[in-house]
């Protein structure tokens, strides 16, 4: 019995090497494996085994039945595996593609917005994600307990004192009056945080870019050209602008602004409810409270601020209706952009 298993495992360790694809890796299969194959009749045999051969001879044909049983596993997954079923080197046959990366559409519309201000002689400065509330409320002219912060939900950090996730790029503003005498021309992109419901116009964690002007003699003409300078630029010679008295605390006067709607063209649709317009930026000129904090006097010095929500900007350019897509990670969306 012994010997009859040697001479199987010594067959089929030379019959392996040979197969060449599925066809005949399934011909082995059912002259080895199945029910009536030859490991099978060896296994019939055991009941005429003596008790005291037993144990060796089970463990020999265990190790055949399953080491043969691994290496067919083995092979059908190879040839499964490879196109071509011939052993032969098809020197014609295209490469496999390697998967390449790139930039999220969301940053490469950052760079290029940041291109663009640099273009208009901004230089570009950041900030710490971690706030404390002096900075993204207090100094921004915000009183306590005014309501004005409930305009942006706020996560609070645990134990930290004060401590806070930025809502927006504002508290920036702060820290390069602070670091820095006037002119001053500065863009500052980065990620804010605010307690939002996510659905498809807003989400709990986007992008912004603020802007910066200090100068003598800074006005609203000169915010506005500055706008729709970098506006035509992104969008276009073609796109609409409109200035919509807002209310900011730490800009006086305060406008949002309005760029012609990408889908409907202005005629009024889903995407800007209606209205033909769509709102990409609130700005205004920086209060004297907050020229002050900044350690700036204001009887000398005035300017302008704006700031853009980037993953609008990004939703404008690509013709983007959710803003989920952006951060679900789904390859066939990032990939197209
Ligand atoms: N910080 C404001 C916001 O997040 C935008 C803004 C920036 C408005 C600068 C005016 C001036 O909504």
């Avoid at 296994?43 to 060796?56: F, H």
């Avoid at 996730?165 to 945080?193: A, E, F, N, W």
């Avoid at 602008?241 to 730490?250: A, M, N």
């Amino acid at each position: 019995m012994l010997n009859d298993i040697r001479s199987l495992l010594k067959e089929i360790g030379e019959k392996l090497p040979n197969l060449k694809n599925s066809e005949q890796l399934e011909q082995f299969r059912l002259e080895y494996i199945v029910k009536k194959g030859k490991i099978q009749a060896l296994m019939q045999r055991m009941k005429d085994v003596s008790k005291a051969d037993k144990p060796l001879v089970g463990k020999e044909l265990n190790i055949l039945r399953k080491g043969t049983e691994a290496k067919i596993k083995e092979l059908k997954e190879k040839f499964e595996n490879t196109t071509d079923s011939s052993p032969d080197l098809d020197l014609t046959l295209p490469g496999r593609r390697r998967f390449t990366g790139s930039k999220h559409p969301v940053m490469s519309v950052m760079d290029e917005m940041v291109d663009i201000f640099k273009s208009l002689g901004f230089t570009v400065a950041e900030g710490p994600e971690i706030e404390d509330d002096y900075h993204n409320f207090d100094a921004l002219n915000f009183p306590p307990d005014h309501p004005a912060r409930d305009m942006q939900d706020t996560f609070f950090m645990k134990g930290g004192e004060d401590l806070l996730l930025r809502t927006h790029t504002s508290p920036v503003q702060i820290r390069i009056m602070k670091d820095s005498q006037p002119p001053i021309r500065s863009i500052m992109p980065g990620r804010v945080y605010r307690n939002e419901a996510i659905n498809a116009r807003s989400l709990a964690e986007f992008h912004q870019i603020e802007g910066l002007y200090i100068d003598k003699n800074v006005t609203l003409a000169d915010l506005k050209s500055t706008i729709i300078s970098f506006a035509k630029k992104m969008y276009g010679e073609n796109s609409q602008f409109r200035f919509r008295p807002s209310f900011f605390p730490f800009t006086e006067p305060s406008a949002e602004i309005d760029i012609s709607c990408y889908l409907c063209g202005g005629e009024g649709c889903k995407i800007c409810k209606g209205t033909g317009w769509l709102e990409i930026a609130g700005s205004g000129m920086v209060h004297p409270n907050v020229l002050k904090a900044g350690g700036i006097d204001p009887e000398v010095y005035s300017g302008f601020a704006f700031g853009f929500g980037i993953e609008r900007v990004a939703m404008l350019r690509y013709g983007i209706t959710d803003i989920r897509y952006f951060y679900e990670n789904d390859i066939r969306v990032l990939d197209q952009l």
